[in-house]
């Protein structure tokens, strides 16, 4: 039976999968593949769902173009592109590449071809505004890391497999299977911690599924973080374990960030965080006297009121505790195909506020700004607005804060294409709907997240079964649009891009003769592998997926700072402390709204894959007993949920897993509305949109993260 081996494209774990299929081409098995040196044969329950999700009958085979009547209608390729390539040009002919927009979501960054081929959409377009799921997600580290280290995807990464001691705060990997941290099979990673004699401790306003796993757990009130992660450093300080260590060199900041974290003792932040002085002593203590530790933040120190804090704090406690850049502490990995992006140079141009949006002044960060601004610019002042938008494999009407204004401002653009597998919440606004191959139907290889991954890498997936003739490919797709705006050939483009990649990557010679496959993006995988640390090649990777070692001090080699040097206490950051010393102070809102992840779910868009989907209803409120008690609710009771930008009724589950005051409900639901075409998920997961509650007005200040966690709500029956 031909055996495809490969990875799972789901989430950053990469697990690699064997998927055997049939003489009709039918997948008959996904199984987890044993020869994968870095996931040893572990799935979790979505890799099964590719196949649902390939033989998904609601997935779309056709374009659709959006007629006179208003009714979508399949049409040919050639008639959709022109169509879509049209309606875009007309809007930047008309008034100018400052009135289109892309949003970029999620599985792109899973996707290499989509990866590679944005950037030539973006410059066809003549646009600079793209949003992303990124501003609701990670652009707090990727703005600490680029002050810290030089480069958004300079990320520390926790040496799990040899830490004795792992602190995490906002991250439910035993779910989740790891964020800025590319290592499949955590569950067993994190056991092994202890088996080992080490420790593991979660920080988190709920006692997750990855709590159950650890040795301790505190609750934390949402967005205390920073503060508490300033009162542990303030800690080391005082009782002088607080050290530069080996990096002394290469450490600028140091006396600032101890005159900084004065404010923050321990009895100052306790009510704050909602946990004891002598509690955060012990903490600082213990982490400090560990012979090798590693802190980890993830989404939940990003989505939140202090973002950007609370990621620069994880690393200042790494630094001063002499844990960074060190064997079992936080490190650098050292990717095997440099992301063309990745700054090579030190002092590459700032990433922040070259430009800013029309309604609010918000600055760029990274080349984005804030997805959570997206509504108010289509809604826009006088004539200055967005009249066009192109959503690349993203659904922010359900997935970006106040999503249901963002779903009424979608109305009123001139024009929108949507590249999407689905007709979902955000496409069934659209004008014309691209879609594409499943991910099994196209080869692919992991560059965005190998940076982070806790041993270094590389891996490329064939496809697995015969592409859909009828289908394009994401990159397809975006060189053809991109060709149809710029008025070129598509294999000019394609030529162009690569050479250009080339150029920048290093490579010498005639890149194309050189590399000498077909065009396309694993040609320009090839290149990078080539301009790579390892030096390697596409056909040098081994099937299973190539390993090249656990991960090595990097510094100061790895850092891209003007300064050439780790600046622990950076300006842009610095100055935001005055507005957490003032919240430190404040009385917290009574009652406030986290999220949540659970196995079986993609964000917004795994919930019409019946394997997946069946079962219990998943988009349920997690509400403590003493405020269940005080509305008179039970577990089943459906109750009204309230917040300044909407309202939604939920089902509840009674549960002291949540600390009191706070509330949790899973995001990427509220299916089951007209003119989409997702009947397994509107009929067995429709659930409620949680971004109906969150506030596209609120966000950290410094990087226009949304806040996702912590929302200020009211509950009644
Ligand atoms: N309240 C709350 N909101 C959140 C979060 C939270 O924790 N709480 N998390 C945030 C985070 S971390 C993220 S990353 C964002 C995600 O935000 P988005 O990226 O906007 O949303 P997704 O649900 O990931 O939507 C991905 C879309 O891509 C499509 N797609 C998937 N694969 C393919 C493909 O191969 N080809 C094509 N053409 N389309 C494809 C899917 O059908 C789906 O519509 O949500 C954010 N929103
Ligand atoms: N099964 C599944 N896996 C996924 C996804 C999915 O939707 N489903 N999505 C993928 C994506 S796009 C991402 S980005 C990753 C995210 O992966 P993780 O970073 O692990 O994110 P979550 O699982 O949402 O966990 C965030 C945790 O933060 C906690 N939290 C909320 N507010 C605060 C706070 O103020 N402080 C602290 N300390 N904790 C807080 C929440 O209770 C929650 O437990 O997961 C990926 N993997
Ligand atoms: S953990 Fe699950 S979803 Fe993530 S890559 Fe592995 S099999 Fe896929
Ligand atoms: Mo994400």
Redesign the pocket.
């Given at each position: 039976m031909p055996t495809t081996h490969r990875t799972c494209p789901?989430?950053?774990?990469h697990c690699g999968i064997t998927i055997e299929t049939d003489r009709n081409d039918e997948v008959v098995s996904i199984r987890g593949d044993e020869l994968d040196p870095h996931s040893r044969g572990y799935l979790?329950p979505?890799a099964y769902g590719l196949k649902g999700l390939h033989e998904d009958p609601d997935r779309l085979r056709r374009p659709l173009v959006r007629g006179e009547d208003g009714e979508f209608r399949e049409v040919e390729w050639d008639v959709a592109l022109a169509r879509a390539a049209e309606g875009l040009a007309r809007v930047r002919d008309d008034h100018g590449g400052d009135a289109l927009a892309t949003y970029v979501g999620?599985p792109t960054?899973h996707d290499l071809g989509s990866l590679l081929y944005l950037p030539l959409f973006s410059g066809a377009a003549g646009s600079r505004w793209t949003f992303s799921?990124a501003s609701c997600?990670?652009i707090p580290k990727n703005l600490a890391c680029n002050e810290m280290f030089g480069g958004e995807y300079i990320i520390p990464v926790p040496d799990i497999d040899r830490t004795d001691f792992l602190l995490?705060?906002?991250?439910?990997?035993a779910?989740?299977?790891?964020?800025?941290l590319t290592a499949p099979n955590l569950r067993a990673r994190l056991k092994a911690i202890r088996d080992r004699g080490g420790k593991v401790v979660?920080?988190?306003?709920?006692r997750?599924e990855?709590?159950e796993l650890a040795d301790e757990h505190h609750f934390?009130?949402?967005?205390?973080?920073a503060a508490?992660l300033l009162a542990m450093v303030h800690v080391l300080f005082r009782e002088g374990l607080a050290s530069p260590g080996r990096l002394a060199p290469w450490i600028r900041g140091l006396d600032e960030v101890e005159a900084s974290v004065a404010e923050f003792s321990p009895e100052r932040v306790a009510p704050f965080a909602g946990i004891g002085a002598d509690a955060i002593r012990a903490l600082a203590r213990e982490f400090s006297a560990a012979p090798r530790a590693a802190c980890y933040?993830?989404?939940?120190?990003?989505?939140?009121?202090f973002g950007t804090l609370?990621s620069w704090a994880v690393d200042v406690l790494n630094v001063v505790s002499v844990n960074l850049d060190r064997v079992g502490g936080a490190m650098f990995a050292n990717s095997a195909a440099p992301f063309p992006s990745a700054p090579r140079v030190a002092g590459d141009a700032d990433p922040y506020g070259r430009w800013h949006t029309r309604v609010r002044g918000l600055p760029e960060v990274g080349g984005q700004v804030p997805a959570a601004a997206l509504a108010e610019e289509i809604e826009g002042i006088g004539e200055e607005r967005i009249r066009g938008l192109y959503v690349h494999m993203g659904n922010p009407v359900l997935s970006t804060p106040n999503g249901e204004r963002l779903a009424a401002a979608l109305d009123s653009l001139d024009f929108l294409v949507c590249h999407d597998l689905y007709l979902n919440e955000t496409s069934r606004h659209a004008d014309v709907v691209l879609p594409s191959t499943s991910p099994i139907e196209r080869p692919n290889a992991d560059v965005f997240f190998y940076p982070m991954a806790v041993r270094n890498g590389a891996h490329w997936s064939p496809a697995a079964v015969e592409p859909d003739p009828e289908l394009r490919h994401p990159w397809q797709v975006l060189l053809e649009l991109s060709a149809r705006l710029a008025g070129a050939e598509p294999a000019a483009l394609d030529e162009m891009l690569c050479r250009g990649l080339a150029a920048a990557a290093g490579v010498e010679g005639d890149a194309v003769e050189l590399v000498g496959l077909e065009p396309g993006p694993m040609r320009l995988f090839d290149l990078l592998l080539r301009s790579g640390p390892y030096a390697t090649s596409l056909a040098d990777l081994d099937p299973h997926g190539s390993d090249f070692g656990a991960l090595e001090p990097r510094v100061p080699d790895v850092l891209r700072t003007p300064s050439g040097k780790i600046e622990l206490a950076p300006p842009r950051i610095t100055a935001d402390l005055d507005r957490l010393v003032a919240a430190i102070d404040d009385a917290p809102p009574s009652l406030v709204l986290?999220?949540?992840?659970?196995?079986?779910?993609?964000?917004?868009w795994?919930h019409n894959v019946h394997a997946l989907a069946k079962g219990r209803p998943r988009c349920v409120l997690l509400v403590h007993p003493a405020e269940a008690g005080r509305h008179g609710l039970a577990t089943g009771d459906t109750a009204t949920l309230r917040s300044r930008t909407g309202k939604v009724r939920v089902p509840i589950e009674v549960s002291d897993s949540?600390m009191p005051g706070?509330v949790?409900l899973?995001?990427?639901f509220g299916h089951g509305r007209s003119g989409t075409r997702l009947g397994v998920a509107s009929a067995l997961q429709a659930g409620v949109n949680a971004n109906a509650l969150t506030d596209d007005q609120e966000l950290d200040p410094l990087s226009g993260n949304a806040i996702?966690?912590?929302v200020p709500v009211t509950i009644e029956s």
């Open positions: 789901l989430c950053e774990a979790c979505k999620n960054a799921a997600d990670q995490v705060l906002g991250a439910n990997p779910v989740s299977n790891g964020s800025l979660i920080i988190d306003p709920r997750t990855t709590a934390i009130r949402p967005g205390a973080d508490l933040g993830r989404l939940g120190t990003c989505t939140q009121r609370a986290i999220g949540r992840r659970e196995v079986r779910s993609n964000n917004s795994m949540v706070v949790c899973p995001h990427g996702l966690n912590g």
